[in-house]
């Protein structure tokens, strides 16, 4: 008997939309042929229809189910051949087995068909709903398996067996085999990885394979089906060498000694006084927790080879026993010593180290009984397995605060309740006189977030009801775990009262990945207080958007743009490693004991919903981390963000309170600025702005590796839309979606704080950027200062040909002269000359390009030349706290700069509205002689040719200074009289 699968994957091809037309007859007769883990299904053939459905539903055994994430889902759909000459191909769906969702999460995605090849034309969509289902064996099959012993080898299921059951699927697979075959004729079309399907074994691709023990071991050793295409093969190889790259390859190894004191063993079996270890080296001690009963510590310390100032370590056993008034009293055991020359070395993978025992030498005068103490000693690296948990000597020891920790943020979706009318309303009922014209408002609350419709009139409530219409929406950031309940209030602006509130259950909402399902609208009981259980009734339609992408971060430094919905979830084009290796010249940033600076330095990466903080180095100006963390790449157009700090939570203050932790700096790195499998080392500075001005905190020294094998998949990301397709179809406003990310914001901070140990506040917001909304001078300087750069080019280019039309290089003027003849003459050399003189320009200045991974410019940002007052100004909050004279003085200073910017943009309006006139008849005559010149110029370039137009102007334009005069041409001087609006401002 066949063993059950604890896991199958459902797929249901539902329906398909606006495909090409590939029978030659205006239409197709489509037919689908999903594969997955060699696994191979085929749906009906639908003739003559661009928009078949075939609403069928395959089951697939996954024989593996810790493998499913790396797996590939395809969907390959064919136009029959039997309206055609051959099996046309229509478009193929891949989706990575990551983006399978459980059973009852299930929902209808369209997915865009994808090309083959370059030449291939595709178009259309396909719904599927994938989700797997997890099912426990039958609990007699598996009380008679753990029964029964293991069957002998010739009992096992006949092959002809397997082959009778599956020989009428064989049957139906061989025409779309055959099909497949014949579409190899066509070269173009013809994808790289066919000849690897040819290969395979024909049973195991078109046979579905059955769940028995030895089968699923045969599917993981043999390569993949032909239907995956290479880069999926390279994405599954890059995943799979990620075990092998941890080993810290991008980073220095830091020796450890490694002490794991694992119990002891008294002669004295009596007693049952608490026990403790002590190790001692040098000038460094730590103890064991103390245990009672069987005296198992089980504990590893970390001490930092740097650091040891001895040669030998001593452990030591004591117990503490109570005597008269409750005194306690340490006695030792006895003591172990080992000199640290003779401590063996381990370098993982090799096995952990078994503890032994070691009999404890005792300085007692009379002979005490005989006591060992269980432990293990070991050189090794941070790579080390009991590294993460060990006592580490130069992080704190086994503080929370000071430890490394990887952070996930929450998940987010956006909220949407479409609020459509009331009905039945209770208005005005009391002793209070009603209304004549009521305005009414709905507000949303979720959470914190607190959003309001506009206000509408109720009208005439002679009938003592009301019925108003709104048709808005209101749109919340919600975040998993969600929120219970939205709570929908109507309340009264007349009376300032609430007419009743509904509360809808925010975790059973609907949930939807795109626009062509319109969520269904529900009627809710609007309840008032004890007196009032039924005020009336509201109708909404409310679902969770999963087609978006919420945005907690910067638009400018986004490190991720997946869609909310895991359906939609793309395969990972490449692997981000970090090596975090340590800090350089950090400055002090507070006191220790009063006497003096020191800082206590850690760093925190952030890239996509990943936070990852490494270790706490205490008391070091120079902390070395050496700590390496990877990270999926879904778009190579991405930011990754590195904060250092300086961590003031491990310490309290006499309430109880933990500290706040300083800014020291951070960095910015575009992994699109990287060349793929290559090692950037880097020293980075360490700029922060602070209240006394900018300074730099000293330098952070990483290593970055942004690796990819598929060159396909890389640059297909860069002609994919940046964000998913819901906001292109119905996109969110820009005040909307500023809201919405400041919103989004405050719920990673808060989500990430309430994590132990917490990340805090001020260095989630510092690593988000959460204040880059802020009125601030140095940095409307700097964007200015951006703006000027950029347009210098375009004065270069005026220079250039200012230069050039008077002459001041005589060759270079001809020259422009024979080229103005030859693009008149032969105006079909404009476009390839121009592109071949810009490729050739590129390919120059290769060799001239950045080198070096670009991280933040303190003199881009302008934090160098930033005055004091400037300063204080951006770190004042909102509303203002400083005194009213120094509030007068910056307003000043704020009118003055938007004095120039206001005439600026006066000149600029004044240009159009001068051109407005010259076609509205606001000045008559210029309109007028304006007409007379359309009249000649039409009759002239009749007459005239357009070449010797254009030559003529061009030698006109280029003409010797001397047969040039000094003032104003004529047409300028006519533009420049046109009348604008200026005049009739206020």
């Given at each position: 008997m066949a063993e059950p699968c604890a896991r199958k994957l459902v797929v249901e091809v539902c329906h398909a939309k606006n495909l090409m037309p590939k029978d030659g007859q205006g239409t197709a007769s489509a037919y689908a042929i999903v594969d997955f883990d060699g696994q191979r299904r085929r749906t009906k053939t639908r003739f003559r229809d661009l928009n078949p459905e075939w609403d069928e539903r395959m089951e697939f055994p996954v024989h593996d189910a810790e493998s499913m994430p790396t797996e590939i889902l395809e969907i390959n759909l064919y136009n029959d051949k039997k309206t055609g000459k051959r099996n046309t191909f229509l478009g193929k769906v891949k989706i990575a087995g990551s983006a399978f969702v459980q059973s009852g999460s299930e929902a209808l995605v369209y997915h865009p068909l994808e090309k083959r090849s370059v030449f291939s034309q595709i178009k259309g969509e396909l719904g599927l709903k994938v989700f797997y289902v997890d099912?426990?064996?039958?609990?007699?099959?598996?009380?008679?398996?753990?029964?029964?012993?293991?069957?002998?080898?010739?009992?096992?299921?006949?092959?002809?067996?397997?082959?009778?059951?599956?020989?009428?699927?064989?049957?139906?697979?061989?025409?779309?085999?055959?099909?497949?075959?014949?579409?190899?004729?066509?070269?173009?079309?013809?994808?790289?990885?066919?000849?690897?399907?040819?290969?395979?074994?024909?049973?195991?691709?078109?046979?579905?394979?059955?769940?028995?023990?030895?089968?699923?071991?045969?599917?993981?050793?043999?390569?993949?089906s032909g239907k995956v295409a290479v880069n999926d093969l390279e994405l599954r190889s890059l995943s799979g060498d990620r075990s092998r790259r941890s080993a810290y390859d991008l980073v220095d190894s830091m020796p450890f000694l490694y002490v794991r004191v694992v119990k002891s063993k008294r002669g004295d079996a009596d007693s049952k006084s608490p026990a403790y270890a002590k190790l001692v080296i040098g000038t460094h001690a730590v103890k064991t927790k103390s245990q009672s009963d069987n005296r198992e510590w089980d504990q590893v310390f970390a001490f930092d080879k740097e650091g040891l100032n001895s040669t030998h370590l001593e452990v030591s056993v004591w117990i503490e026993e109570k005597k008269e008034g409750?005194?306690?009293?340490?006695?030792?055991?006895?003591?172990?010593?080992?000199?640290?020359?003779?401590?063996?070395?381990?370098?993982?993978?090799?096995?952990?180290?078994?503890?032994?025992?070691?009999?404890?030498?005792?300085?007692?005068?009379?002979?005490?009984?005989?006591?060992?103490?269980?432990?293990?000693?070991?050189?090794?690296?941070?790579?080390?397995?009991?590294?993460?948990?060990?006592?580490?000597?130069?992080?704190?020891?086994?503080?929370?605060?000071?430890?490394?920790?990887?952070?996930?943020?929450?998940?987010?979706?956006?909220?949407?309740?479409?609020?459509?009318?009331?009905?039945?309303?209770?208005?005005?009922?009391?002793?209070?006189?009603?209304?004549?014209?009521?305005?009414?408002?709905?507000?949303?609350?979720?959470?914190?977030?607190?959003?309001?419709?506009?206000?509408?009139?109720?009208?005439?409530?002679?009938?003592?009801?009301?019925?108003?219409?709104?048709?808005?929406?209101?749109?919340?950031v919600a975040a998993e775990p969600f929120e219970p309940f939205l709570v929908i209030t109507v309340e009264d602006v007349t009376n300032g009262r609430a007419v009743g509130q509904a509360k809808v259950h925010v975790p059973s909402v609907e949930r939807?990945?795109?626009?062509?399902?319109?969520?269904?609208?529900?009627?809710?009981?609007?309840?008032?207080?004890?007196?009032?259980?039924?005020?009336?009734?509201?109708?909404?339609?409310?679902?969770?958007?999963?087609?978006?992408?919420?945005?907690?971060?910067?638009?400018?430094?986004?490190?991720?743009?997946?869609?909310?919905?895991?359906?939609?979830?793309?395969?990972?084009?490449g692997l981000l490693e970090v090596g975090i290796r340590g800090a350089t010249n950090l400055l002090p940033v507070k006191t220790k004991d009063g006497t003096r600076g020191t800082t206590d330095a850690y760093a925190v990466a952030k890239y996509g919903p990943k936070w990852v903080r490494t270790r706490t180095i205490l008391d070091r100006f120079n902390p070395r981390w050496n700590e390496q963390y990877t990270w999926d790449v879904y778009d190579p157009c991405t930011v990754l963000t590195i904060g250092v700090f300086d961590n003031g939570r491990y310490?309290?203050?006499?309430?109880?309170?933990?500290?706040k932790d300083l800014r020291i700096g951070k960095i910015r790195v575009r992994l699109s600025t990287l060349d793929t499998n290559r090692i950037y080392m880097n020293t980075y500075s360490l700029p922060v702005l602070l209240p006394g001005g900018a300074k730099k905190m000293g330098e952070i020294e990483i290593a970055v590796r942004f690796s990819c094998l598929s060159w396909l998949s890389l640059i297909q990301a860069y002609t994919t839309p940046m964000l998913p397709r819901m906001h292109y179809v119905r996109p969110l406003g820009q005040a909307q979606q500023d809201v919405l990310r400041h919103t989004a914001m405050r719920l990673v901070t808060a989500r990430l704080a309430r994590s132990e140990p917490p990340l805090g506040q001020e260095v989630v917001q510092y690593v988000l950027d959460s204040d880059t909304h802020v009125w601030s001078m140095r940095r409307s300087k700097a964007n200015w200062f951006r703006v000027v750069g950029c347009l210098s080019r375009v004065a270069m280019l005026g220079r250039w040909l200012d230069g050039i039309r008077t002459w001041s290089h005589p060759p270079t003027t001809v020259l422009v002269h024979v080229l103005l003849a030859a693009v008149v003459l032969c105006p079909h050399l404009v476009l390839p000359t121009v592109f071949m003189y810009a490729f050739l320009v590129l390919i120059l200045r290769f060799r001239y390009r950045h080198r070096g991974a670009s991280s933040m410019d303190p003199r881009l940002s302008h934090v160098d030349v930033v005055g004091a007052d400037e300063v204080d100004e951006e770190f004042d909050g909102f509303p203002t706290t400083r005194p009213s004279d120094v509030v007068r003085v910056r307003y000043d200073r704020l009118r003055a700069l938007a004095g120039r910017a206001q005439s600026l943009l006066g000149d600029v309006a004044a240009q159009g509205e001068r051109l407005e006139a010259l076609f509205g008849w606001r000045d008559p005559r210029a309109t007028g002689l304006f007409v007379g010149f359309c009249l000649v110029a039409s009759l002239g370039f009749y007459v005239v040719p357009f070449k010797v137009f254009l030559l003529g102007s061009g030698f006109y334009y280029l003409r010797h200074p001397r047969f040039r005069g000094d003032m104003p041409s004529v047409p300028l001087n006519f533009f420049r009289r046109l009348p604008s609006l200026s005049d009739q401002m206020l």
């Open positions: 099912e426990a064996p039958p609990p007699a099959e598996a009380e008679e398996k753990a029964a029964e012993p293991e069957k002998p080898a010739e009992e096992a299921p006949k092959p002809e067996e397997k082959e009778d059951k599956g020989e009428a699927e064989k049957k139906e697979e061989e025409k779309p085999k055959e099909a497949e075959k014949k579409e190899e004729e066509k070269p173009a079309e013809a994808a790289p990885e066919k000849p690897k399907a040819e290969e395979a074994p024909a049973a195991a691709v078109e046979n579905p394979p059955i769940a028995h023990s030895e089968k699923p071991k045969q599917l993981q050793e043999r390569p993949e409750d005194q306690a009293v340490e006695s030792c055991l006895g003591t172990v010593s080992f000199d640290l020359q003779e401590v063996p070395k381990r370098v993982p993978p090799d096995s952990p180290l078994a503890p032994q025992w070691y009999t404890l030498e005792s300085e007692k005068s009379p002979p005490a009984p005989v006591n060992d103490v269980m432990l293990a000693a070991w050189f090794g690296t941070q790579a080390d397995e009991a590294f993460p948990e060990a006592w580490q000597s130069d992080s704190g020891g086994l503080i929370p605060e000071t430890r490394a920790k990887v952070y996930l943020a929450p998940k987010l979706w956006y909220l949407r309740l479409t609020v459509i009318q009331t009905q039945d309303l209770q208005l005005g009922s009391g002793p209070e006189p009603k209304a004549k014209t009521p305005e009414l408002y709905v507000k949303g609350q979720l959470g914190a977030q607190l959003f309001k419709t506009s206000r509408t009139s109720a009208g005439s409530l002679s009938s003592g009801s009301s019925n108003p219409t709104w048709n808005e929406d209101l749109v919340f939807r990945t795109d626009d062509c399902t319109e969520p269904k609208s529900r009627w809710f009981n609007l309840a008032g207080d004890e007196s009032k259980p039924y005020t009336g009734r509201i109708h909404v339609r409310v679902c969770l958007e999963g087609g978006y992408h919420v945005l907690d971060e910067a638009s400018h430094v986004t490190s991720d743009v997946r869609a909310s919905a895991k359906q939609l979830a793309r395969s990972p084009i310490k309290r203050d006499d309430a109880g309170k933990p500290g």
